[in-house]
Structures are given as structure tokens and as C-alpha cells.
């Protein structure tokens, strides 16, 4: 009885609503036709089985965890799951909030009245890859699709904010272990993720889908 009523609840969250933009999320995506199909075929794609809606659920949970033990050792969190949009492309998504120590801690980027407010973005991540990502090129260079998403999207959301570091906090799903990866804002890198987007952006009100990157990210694809 309680784990059908968890399942269920589980199930009903996730709802669908029609995009008007890029989450920012998915910006890094390798493919375009990929980025094409979110907006124009959002409501064809095809339904996440069971057991991946579930593995987010529990990835949602586990950045609460997170959370929990940032307090616990005396670090404000504030702004948490702040919405933000970029206009040119459009381009959304959802801080997980900024960071700043109670006590202070050495090299920790400095504010005019003290430690800053970092911003923070946490991903909950399979022990192989706890272990083998300990540098942002440990990501850019990753052979896993996925893994590359990870910095375009605070790539993106330091460049709407202004800000000019920030840092990716990597759980290990199977224990309470973390790792710090900080990020220096790139414009260069930035710039070139908003430009292939605005091209993305024209094929859709063009209705003229882009090409399609073939590579491992197509076994996943929804559409």
C-alpha cells in the first residue's frame, strides 16, 4: 500500500507544459536537432519508463540531502531555486541558489563586506564518475554526453547573473561525499553555446530541423 501510493505520487509530478524556450539544462546538448525537437515536438516525445522518472526523483531528493549537510557545516544557502530567463535566445532555468560560508575559509572569493555568495549547482552522480571527474576538463573532455551538459549550464547561468565564478557541488549517489568543482565564467565558451542556440532558434521558426549528431546521446533520445 505505501509504495504504490509513493509510485504514484512520483508519476504525478511530472507534468508537461509546453516550452517557449531552452532549459538551460539542455543547452549543452551535443545534438541541435535534439535542442529543435524540445520546443517544436515537446508533447511527441516519447514518456520516461518508469524506473528513470524514479532515478530523478531520487536525484532530486538527494540535492535536499545535500542542502542538510551544507547547513550542518556552517554554509548559508540563500536564493534557492531562483527562475531565471535569457532573452536572446531564450533561454530559462532554476538556480539552486548561492552559497557562502558561516565561518570563513581561505580562498574563498571575497565581497566588499566579506566572503560571497557563490552561485552553486549540485549533481547527484555514479560513483564511477565521483571518482574520475576532479577538474571542470574532467567534464568538458568527458566521453559522456551528459557530463559535458554540466558546465554549459552554470556556464549560462554565470553569464545571465554576471557572475564570475561559481561552483559544481558532485555527489556520490551511494554515500554522504562530496566535491567542489569551481568554475571561472567563459565568455568565449558561453558565446559560442548562445550562438548555436540562436541558429537552433531560427530553424524553429524557420521549420526547417537542423542536422542530427549522431553519437552515444541518440540511444537516450526521447524523440
Request: proline residues 9%; neutral net charge.
Amino acid at each position: 500500500m505505501i509504495a504504490e501510493r509513493v509510485a504514484q505520487t512520483i508519476k504525478s509530478q511530472r507534468v508537461l507544459t509546453r516550452p517557449t524556450s531552452f532549459w538551460a539544462s539542455r543547452i549543452g546538448h551535443p545534438c541541435p536537432r535534439h535542442l529543435y525537437h524540445s520546443i517544436t515536438d515537446w508533447d511527441k516525445a516519447a514518456p520516461p519508463p518508469d524506473r528513470l522518472i524514479e532515478v530523478f526523483a531520487e536525484g532530486r531528493a538527494q540535492e535536499r540531502s545535500v542542502e542538510i549537510v551544507l547547513a550542518e557545516s556552517k554554509f548559508r544557502l540563500i536564493q534557492v531555486q531562483t527562475q531565471l530567463l535569457l532573452e536572446d535566445p531564450p533561454v530559462s532555468g532554476r538556480v539552486d541558489g548561492r552559497i557562502v560560508p558561516e565561518i570563513p575559509i581561505p580562498g574563498w572569493p571575497e565581497g566588499p563586506h566579506g566572503p560571497r555568495a557563490v552561485l552553486y549547482e549540485v549533481k547527484a552522480v555514479a560513483p564511477h564518475s565521483f571518482a574520475r571527474i576532479n577538474t571542470l576538463e574532467d567534464m568538458l573532455n568527458s566521453n559522456r554526453w551528459y557530463e559535458r551538459m554540466w558546465p554549459a549550464q552554470l556556464q549560462i547561468y554565470l553569464h545571465v547573473l554576471g557572475e564570475d565564478v561559481g561552483v559544481l557541488l558532485l555527489k556520490d549517489k551511494t554515500r554522504m561525499a562530496l566535491k567542489d568543482i569551481w568554475v571561472k565564467a567563459d565568455p568565449t565558451y558561453v558565446a559560442q553555446l548562445l550562438d548555436r542556440a540562436r541558429k537552433v532558434y531560427a530553424a524553429i521558426q524557420a521549420r526547417q530541423p537542423p542536422e542530427r549528431v549522431e553519437g552515444p546521446q541518440c540511444r537516450d533520445c526521447e524523440y
